[in-house]
């Protein structure tokens, strides 16, 4: 086959794996082996077909009558989101959110090694967050080619992400995993995930109103009848 | 309508609405009058039905053979995500973290005003974080009690974050956003919402990886031909 018929599948489905992965672990950790994409569907929150139809991108996992084997589609989901291979990220970025992002030790837990921090203020270039070195921003290429660095997490301000882009854009690096609240652009060959703190808030908003909100709606519904 | 009978929405679908709110948001940008459930499924990721079910849980929205009024979806999605009134939130913690979100201007853009910060570091309290306050960990129930607090970040290390919870619990907050990396509980009248930030990572990773897996995927369809 070749390489321009490779399918691609959509973000959407993209972001909803790690959702799989969390919660086929916590499946794991009951001890159930098998579920039903009805069951699968129901913890997760979407309908039976979108399960299936999600899982169905990435192979033939399920069993008609059977459902799904939970470790094996645990495991076979670790593999896709590539958390079976080491990776190694630096920090562009050791004002305050990059420092706190360098303390955050769960990233290495799952094989996402921080191997630096980067910054152009020479009053934090030499020190230390934890055990890990802040080097200066003016190194960044050298070391990331060096290292065979494959993700760098942006924590610059907004003005600054796209310069730091620019730069690394010259560089071997992946991904870019992208805190500076602004869109950033790079090479093709490079993958860009923002984080979205917002929807986490928006989500957090809503629960608070939805008891107030509920109760209109069923003042509607009652009216209705 | 007893309010026991009042249905209540799958967290599923609730941290799907910002996803709605700001692809509608980026339509009306763009002077789009009118959307499809196809179309917006296309744009999110989702199925039609998924859709078309998803905006059901909050009213009749979308009329058969003219779609959804983009600007009229907007504006109700907004409201039921709390977005037209305003929230005053406290960030417990002002280290690394806590510095970082309390520099962040897209909260109050959104209608979250920050109020103030809480620590129990002598050096820091009495400090200010942009034109924030930075008070003393023991004042934090009467000043969210009288400045009608309604939400409280939590950004201290994972073994102090309990402690928080509990400690906000004794308030009248009702929504706790937690940075902390560990599943905090509070009373029933209090929202807790988490922030996974591995899930975006992971999301990257597998982004990253994406071609190798398609390949081989691939591959293995063109051997059972």
Redesign the interface.
Same mark, same amino acid.
């Given at each position: @086959?070749a390489?321009d =018929?490779?399918? !691609?599948?959509?973000? +959407?489905?993209? !972001?909803r794996?790690?959702?799989y992965?969390?919660c086929l672990g916590e499946l794991l950790q009951k001890n159930v082996e098998r579920i039903s994409s009805q069951e699968l569907g129901r913890i997760?929150? *979407?309908?039976a077909?979108?399960v299936r139809?999600d899982l169905n991108n990435? #192979?033939e996992f399920g069993q008609q009558g059977y459902g799904y084997n939970v470790k094996q589609l645990y495991n076979e989901i670790a593999k896709? /989101? #590539?958390?079976n291979t080491e990776?190694k990220m630096v920090i562009v970025g050791a &004002?305050? /959110?990059g420092? +706190?992002l360098a303390? %955050?030790t769960?990233?290495e837990r799952?094989g996402?090694k921080i191997m630096a921090l980067f910054d152009i203020d020479p009053k934090i270039v030499g020190s230390k967050v934890r055990d890990i070195p802040v080097y200066d921003m003016k190194d960044i290429i050298y070391f990331v080619n060096e290292n065979e660095i494959?993700?760098a997490v942006i924590a610059v301000p907004r003005e600054r992400a796209q310069e730091v882009v620019d730069i690394l854009s010259k560089t071997l690096i992946?991904?870019i995993?992208n805190f500076a609240?602004v869109e950033v652009k790079a090479g093709s060959n490079i993958?860009i =995930?923002n984080?979205? /703190?917002?929807?986490?808030? *928006?989500?957090?908003? %809503? !629960? @608070?109103?939805?008891?107030k909100? @509920? =109760?209109r709606? +069923? !003042?509607?519904? &009652?009216k209705k009848r």
């Open positions: @086959m390489p =018929e490779i399918k !691609r599948i959509s973000l +959407a489905v993209i !972001r794996l790690p959702k992965h969390k997760l929150g *979407f309908t077909s979108q139809q990435f #192979g896709i /989101l #590539g958390l990776h &004002g305050k /959110l420092q +706190a303390g %955050y769960d990233f799952h996402f494959d993700i992946k991904g995993w609240p993958i =995930e984080v979205h /703190l917002l929807d986490s808030l *928006f989500t957090l908003s %809503y !629960r @608070m109103n939805e008891s909100w @509920m =109760e709606l +069923a !003042r509607k519904d &009652g």
